[in-house]
């Protein structure tokens, strides 16, 4: 039968429903079962596309053996990590701290009845294989320590428990950073570099758009050759990579190899956002044909698979079909070669690499192995014929790839990972000159006002039209952020009401007034053993430094002088983090950057014609610093934005405090 878990809306506590596990979701009654009859807690975190997630799941849970022992011993919760980050962060914090490595999903803890944790691990088998314990006895183990040894685990638990408070950052009056925090930051990302196939680290292989982003401003900020090196060299060698999926476009979370070939294959809404953003302006930067193209496909997937019909986007792609991961974007040549043409499959054998050997368990998961015009030359053909055989080969691929069996997809909309892909859609929108894009964008912003705004305080999650759970930083840092990408694109008065209200929500729920900086979750949320204030860039960025961000810059446009003293306040409690190790930081380097020199917010006033004309001249001259908003006369504006309405456009350029006369000239504003 069903366990407790069969009336939850999670798509990931969905697959464990009917688990011989008697599972609990977090919550109180299985808090206070665990007080009551003084048991210890197995808590397992993970998500819906996560390949080990199902693996253990299939090893462990669905295994009846299994299932007595943790029945017997434990009370069992099962945890979405999308739906919980704020107990995810925890205990992955208590993870490193327990076993002095990084953790990761499945995330498998032990507690004692107060949530304190006592043992950690991530992975573990039914019987003992990859130098790890079997499942069954570890737990027995565990058990016996805490019946037996308890006064060694609570001494433990309670020095877990001081350092996790321990990590709460403090603001150092005497800790002073200078500019050279900039290029000490490049400089550790050129000791990571790797030459031969870019990013920064051996395999596994993460895109790590934060540090992409730093690099990019930075060779906008300091003219620095390097750092716009090693950021276009990455982004080539990411979208000639399997980690892209060459024929459906978007990307894999990451890439098992350090070669960017063979990804674990789930696709994450929040890697997409920010890369989608990445893409659009190495375009912009370079013109290469690559980032147009990835940037594009990108948007073709996520439309055509990611798009709820409210207009949000839905979260993620499993990794898995039919119980073996990745056979959904895989090939033989012969299935290949059956369906091309001789022309179409001699080219696209050489592109996508099917001439070379296997790279996945006996298939081949396509990526750019040569260009085009290599092709082409190698086997004596005019270009243009190679690219119309190329172009027809992957139609007829990814035609026959749609009849197979579709990876599952998690169907919930989470706040947070729509406002990352909302940003980075409506930029790459503006950037890249596809209203239809900033349309959908638009409406994703729509989506979420009208399903996950109530009373003042956002939900951090929609599914099923019923929207749950109490909205962490993230929700509301990433969302404000969006907004003002959003009102770049085409500004709406209920855009820059919403920005408002987020910003005041944010200072009222979520900020310290006296050290600095902002809890990841309300001052209302259910208590737990800790209550982070995380500022570091981990897969997505950190919400404190979004918020600073945001907030940053919503008080240059409005001259409102509280959400600048707090994005101050903020960057001041991490400044001695971010002086240590800045590239872990990099949304907060940003924060510092224009927190030194304010951005250039460029206002555009006049007839919506004339201001789309002049929007569309300036785009090739914007940096990162830039700030533009078109304003059409007729609107309702706040004072700091209400430039006096004229026949004719015009334009105010400010940075800070600081604005020049109004240009009446196109010509003069371009210089």
Request: hydrophobic fraction near 40%; include cysteine; aromatic fraction near 12%.
């Given at each position: 039968?069903?366990?407790?878990?069969?009336?939850?809306?999670?798509?990931?506590?969905?697959?464990?429903?009917?688990?011989?596990?008697?599972?609990?979701?977090?919550?109180?009654?299985?808090?206070?079962?665990?007080?009551?009859?003084?048991?210890?807690?197995?808590?397992?975190?993970?998500?819906?596309?996560?390949?080990?997630?199902?693996?253990?799941?299939?090893?462990?849970?669905?295994?009846?053996?299994?299932?007595?022992?943790?029945?017997?011993?434990?009370?069992?919760?099962?945890?979405?990590?999308?739906?919980?980050?704020?107990?995810?962060?925890?205990?992955?914090?208590?993870?490193?701290?327990?076993?002095?490595?990084?953790?990761?999903?499945?995330?498998?803890?032990?507690?004692?009845?107060?949530?304190?944790?006592?043992?950690?691990?991530?992975?573990?088998?039914?019987?003992?294989?990859?130098?790890?314990?079997?499942?069954?006895?570890?737990?027995?183990?565990?058990?016996?320590?805490?019946?037996?040894?308890?006064?060694?685990?609570?001494?433990?638990?309670?020095?877990?428990?001081?350092?996790?408070?321990?990590?709460q950052p403090e603001p150092d009056a005497q800790q002073k950073v200078s500019d050279a925090i900039f290029s000490d930051a490049v400089r550790d990302l050129a000791e990571a570099f790797d030459p031969v196939w870019g990013g920064f680290s051996r395999a596994p292989k993460f895109p790590r758009p934060g540090e992409l982003f730093f690099l990019l401003r930075e060779a906008q900020r300091g003219n620095n050759g390097q750092a716009r090196d090693m950021a276009l060299f990455s982004l080539r060698k990411m979208a000639?990579?399997?980690?892209?999926?060459?024929?459906?476009?978007?990307?894999?979370?990451?890439?098992?190899?350090?070669?960017?070939?063979?990804?674990?294959?789930?696709?994450?809404?929040?890697?997409?956002?920010?890369?989608?953003?990445?893409?659009?302006?190495?375009?912009?930067?370079?013109?290469?044909?690559?980032?147009?193209?990835?940037?594009?496909?990108?948007?073709?997937?996520?439309?055509?698979?990611?798009?709820?019909?409210?207009?949000?986007?839905?979260?993620?792609?499993?990794?898995?079909?039919?119980?073996?991961?990745?056979?959904?974007?895989?090939?033989?040549?012969?299935?290949?070669?059956?369906?091309?043409?001789?022309?179409?499959?001699?080219?696209?054998?050489?592109?996508?690499g099917f001439d070379r050997p296997a790279n996945f368990e006996g298939r081949w998961n396509p990526i750019l192995a040569r260009s085009l015009a290599d092709v082409a030359s190698e086997l004596g053909v005019p270009e243009a014929d190679a690219a119309v055989w190329l172009s027809s080969a992957r139609d007829k691929l990814f035609a026959a790839r749609e009849t197979r069996v579709k990876p599952g997809r998690d169907d919930k909309q989470l706040t947070s990972w729509n406002a990352l892909m909302i940003s980075g859609l409506v930029h790459a929108g503006r950037v890249m000159g596809r209203p239809d894009w900033i349309k959908a964008a638009q409406e994703a912003v729509d989506f979420l006002h009208q399903n996950l705004w109530r009373d003042g305080r956002l939900l951090a999650s929609y599914k099923h039209g019923e929207a749950r759970l109490n909205a962490y930083l993230d929700d509301y840092a990433f969302l404000l952020d969006a907004l003002l990408e959003s009102m770049q694109a085409g500004y709406r008065e209920a855009d820059m009401a919403w920005a408002r209200e987020l910003a005041d929500a944010l200072l009222t729920h979520f900020e310290d007034p006296e050290q600095g900086g902002f809890f990841f979750t309300s001052h209302d949320h259910e208590a737990l053993i800790t209550r982070p204030k995380p500022g570091y860039d981990n897969a997505t960025p950190s919400g404190n430094g979004v918020a600073a961000f945001a907030l940053q810059r919503l008080g240059h446009l409005l001259g409102e002088t509280r959400y600048l003293d707090a994005s101050a306040r903020c960057l001041r409690v991490f400044q001695s983090q971010l002086a240590k190790q800045p590239i872990a930081y990099a949304t907060l380097l940003a924060v510092l950057e224009e927190s030194?020199?304010?951005?250039?917010?460029?206002?555009?006033?006049?007839?919506?014609?004339?201001?789309?004309?002049?929007?569309?001249?300036?785009?090739?001259?914007?940096?990162a610093r830039d700030v533009v908003l078109s304003l059409p006369n007729g609107l309702r504006l706040p004072d700091a934005l209400a430039k006096p309405e004229s026949d004719q456009p015009a334009a105010w350029v400010c940075s800070g405090t600081s604005c020049q006369p109004p240009v009446i000239a196109l010509s003069a504003l371009l210089n």
């Open positions: 039968m069903p366990n407790r878990l069969a009336t939850e809306s999670s798509p990931y506590l969905l697959q464990h429903a009917d688990n011989p596990v008697d599972w609990y979701p977090w919550g109180e009654e299985a808090l206070e079962k665990a007080r009551r009859e003084d048991k210890p807690i197995l808590l397992s975190i993970g998500y819906s596309a996560c390949h080990w997630c199902h693996v253990m799941a299939h090893d462990c849970f669905e295994d009846a053996d299994v299932a007595v022992v943790m029945n017997r011993l434990f009370v069992n919760i099962k945890v979405d990590r999308e739906e919980r980050p704020d107990l995810d962060q925890i205990y992955q914090s208590a993870h490193q701290l327990l076993t002095q490595r990084g953790g990761g999903w499945p995330l498998t803890m032990f507690l004692a009845p107060d949530q304190t944790p006592f043992f950690a691990g991530t992975y573990f088998p039914r019987t003992p294989r990859h130098q790890l314990p079997a499942f069954p006895d570890l737990m027995e183990n565990l058990a016996r320590a805490w019946y037996e040894r308890r006064g060694e685990v609570l001494a433990q638990n309670a020095a877990v428990r001081d350092a996790l408070a321990r990590q000639s990579g399997g980690v892209r999926d060459q024929l459906g476009g978007g990307f894999c979370r990451y890439s098992v190899d350090e070669q960017w070939a063979i990804p674990h294959f789930e696709k994450m809404l929040y890697d997409n956002g920010p890369l989608l953003h990445l893409y659009a302006d190495t375009w912009a930067l370079t013109g290469e044909a690559l980032f147009k193209e990835t940037a594009e496909d990108l948007v073709g997937w996520l439309l055509r698979e990611m798009r709820a019909p409210e207009g949000g986007f839905y979260s993620a792609l499993d990794a898995d079909t039919e119980g073996h991961e990745g056979r959904f974007y895989v090939w033989t040549p012969d299935e290949a070669r059956d369906l091309l043409s001789d022309e179409e499959y001699a080219i696209a054998a050489y592109v996508y030194w020199l304010p951005p250039r917010v460029v206002v555009l006033r006049g007839p919506a014609a004339s201001l789309q004309e002049w929007a569309t001249a300036l785009m090739p001259t914007l940096g």
